[in-house]
């Protein structure tokens, strides 16, 4: 059954020489050459020590860092019904802008990606479009609604990697279980949107000191972190698969790791925006493009998110990247939707915030932001002879203002709006092919070739 699309490209027949090459799981650390022939990984060597042929494009790699290219496993494409916002096209440029070769999209769209058609209307739409691979989440539940199932086995014949009502918890912890039931017999994790909303109620940010000063309605930590004790012990009792969406509270963490020294088989992830920021940049600027659910925390939440990615409760980085228009967004802050765009911007925020001042190794950033498919079935990168290519060329030192030059996206409510960034991606290979070009760098070390 093939469950990722995307739009026919052609291979790629490139040599990268002498860049950094850095891969902790094929044991990779150091200047080196990689050799690409129709869209495989062909050969790894030392730096000047590959020869290519003519018809080979040859990649100046010096100073810049070649990694495995990203796996995003959570993203909204806004595709049926919202291309104003996004579409896959768009979406799928920015997040190979990102370095990313694959991202798995969510089913709130208009329709709910929640039947067999719309489904296979949106992968076909995919395979003429997106520029890398995409793959697709389907609803739990026929509009989100809560009420009974969707016909997951028709799904998953269609192609779903699983389901999720992301934007929505499962409320009923009958409907849980029966979908628990149920995935023994069709296979896929559910990825579960974890808030109680009776007590998130009406909340637009964090409940603590920040919003008490602010006088807006908070959210608390414990609206995530309960519904997911509940859901663990529910997949816990049913032998299911559970994976926890963008985690953004300290006892979240800890429900976490609990569930799994208790055998559960549960994963999380967490998001870019959750681990680099606080509410206290909500107080600073009050700008709606920080207004996302979960809402930014207070600091001890963000450093116990940080160390949760570092030991591995939290087992991978998600953007959550979920565009919405300008008008939109530009409201007051009660009255904006929730949502933060962030492929564009993800490894770059990650890096500035946490690599540069070491608190994470380079090498457990890349690890975390390529092991996302693995939840689903799919294969994580790896730079090795004879694998796809899935390639990310980067310039660690190149700084950057978020949105001085536009962005890939079709919507700028990006978080990191203005901040200055350290880390560029320069070139992205997707599937053996190359998807993204840097504008500059394609015009001086490619002899003027456009990217797609």
């Known amino acids: 059954m093939r469950r990722l699309f995307s739009r026919p490209a052609r291979p790629a027949d490139l040599l990268v020489r002498g860049a950094h090459v850095l891969d902790p799981r094929a044991g990779l650390d150091g200047p080196g050459d990689v050799l690409v022939r129709d869209g495989l990984v062909a050969q790894i060597g030392e730096a000047g020590g590959l020869d290519a042929a003519p018809e080979v494009e040859e990649v100046d790699g010096a100073g810049r860092h070649l990694l495995p290219a990203f796996v995003d496993p959570h993203v909204h494409l806004r595709t049926p019904g919202q ?270 915030v946490l690599v540069r001042p070491g608190v994470l190794g380079l090498g457990l950033l890349v690890e975390r932001m390529t092991a996302g498919g693995a939840l689903f079935g799919l294969p994580t990168p790896r730079i090795a002879a004879g694998e796809p290519a899935n390639l990310c060329l980067i310039d660690l030192d190149a700084s950057w203002a978020v949105g001085e030059a536009g962005y890939e996206s079709r919507s700028e409510n990006c978080c990191f709006a203005g901040r200055t960034l350290h880390g560029r991606v320069l070139m992205t290979v997707a599937a053996g092919a190359v998807a993204y070009r840097e504008r500059a760098f394609a015009v001086t070390a490619v002899a003027g070739e456009a990217g797609p």
């Open 83 to 352: 291309e104003h916002e996004e579409d896959l096209d768009s979406g799928t440029r920015a997040a190979a802008a990102g370095g990313f070769c694959t991202v798995v999209a969510m089913p709130n769209t208009a329709p709910t990606v929640d039947c067999a058609p719309v489904l296979r209307s949106l992968c076909e739409a995919a395979g003429r479009e997106a520029r890398i691979p995409v793959g697709f989440l389907a609803a739990i539940t026929p509009g989100l609604a809560g009420e009974r199932l969707t016909e997951m086995a028709d799904l998953r014949d269609e192609g779903a990697l699983g389901f999720t009502d992301d934007g929505r918890p499962v409320a009923r912890a009958a409907i849980l279980r029966l979908a628990l039931q149920y995935q023994r017999l069709c296979g896929g994790v559910l990825a579960l949107h974890e808030e109680d909303p009776s007590l998130s109620g009406r909340g637009t940010m964090h409940e603590g000191e920040v919003s008490a000063r602010l006088g807006l309605a908070g959210i608390p930590s414990i609206s995530e972190s309960t519904l997911i004790a509940r859901d663990a012990a529910i997949a816990g009792y049913e032998q299911g698969r559970i994976h926890a969406q963008h985690l953004s509270a300290l006892e979240s963490v800890r429900a976490v790791a609990e569930a799994k020294a208790a055998g559960v088989a549960i994963t999380a992830e967490a998001s870019p925006h959750h681990l680099c920021l606080t509410d206290a940049d909500v107080a600073a600027e009050l700008d709606t493009r920080l207004k996302m659910n979960p809402p930014l925390r207070s600091e001890e939440h963000r450093q116990a998110l940080v160390e949760g990615l570092r030991s591995g409760v939290i087992d991978c980085v998600a953007t959550d990247h979920a565009p919405h228009s300008g008008e939109e967004k530009e409201v007051p802050w009660e009255e904006a939707p929730m949502g933060t765009t962030g492929l564009e911007t993800a490894f770059a925020a990650l890096h500035t």
